[in-house]
C-alpha cells in the first residue's frame, strides 16, 4: 500500500510540475520573478523528493505497518490543519502558523521542547521575510488585527 501511495504522490508531484512550468511565468515583463518562480521550485523539489523516497521503499521493501499509532498521527495531522485553516482566518499567516507549528511540533515531536519552540518561530519568519520582504506578496490577512 505504501508503494501505490508513493507511487500516486509521485504522479501527483510531477502534474503539478507540469502545470507550473506550461501554465505560469517565470518572470514578468518588466523582468522580476513571476507567478511561476515559487511553484516551479516546489514542483522541483516535490518530484525530486517524493522519486527519491518512492526508491528507498523499493530498495528496502518495506512491509506496510498501519498500527494504532500512525492512524493516531494521521489524525492529529488532519485535526491540526482544520485549526490551522479557522487560524488563518482569524490571525493571518505568521502568527497562525507560528501557532499550528508549535502545536504539530509539540505533539509530534514530543521531549524536544526547545528545537520545537525554535523552529515554530524560525520557520514562519523565513517564509515571512520571504513572502512579504523578497517577493512582495503578501501574507493571508487577519480578520483580527493584532498590535504588532
Keep these: 500500500m505504501r508503494i ?5 504522490l509521485l504522479a501527483g508531484s510531477i502534474f503539478y510540475s507540469y502545470i507550473a512550468f506550461s501554465d505560469l511565468n ?3 515583463r518588466t523582468g522580476r520573478l513571476g507567478p511561476g518562480f515559487f511553484p516551479r521550485l516546489v514542483g522541483i523539489g516535490l518530484v525530486f523528493f517524493s522519486a527519491w523516497v ?5 530498495r528496502a521493501r518495506v512491509k506496510d505497518d498501519m498500527s494504532a499509532t500512525v492512524w493516531r498521527d494521521v489524525l492529529i495531522l488532519i485535526v491540526l490543519a482544520v485549526g490551522y485553516a479557522v487560524l488563518l ?3 493571518g499567516g505568521f502568527i497562525a502558523t507560528v501557532i499550528y507549528l508549535g502545536l504539530a511540533l509539540t505533539l509530534l515531536n514530543q521531549g524536544r521542547h526547545v528545537q520545537n519552540g525554535i523552529l515554530s518561530l524560525v520557520i514562519p519568519s523565513c517564509v515571512y521575510l ?4 523578497a517577493l512582495n506578496a503578501n501574507m493571508p490577512p487577519a480578520l483580527f488585527d493584532l498590535p504588532f
Design 4 to 8: 501505490v501511495f508513493l507511487l500516486v
Design 26 to 28: 517565470f518572470l514578468t
Design 54 to 58: 518512492l526508491l528507498e521503499t523499493l
Design 89 to 91: 482566518r482569524l490571525f
Design 130 to 133: 520571504l513572502f512579504d520582504k
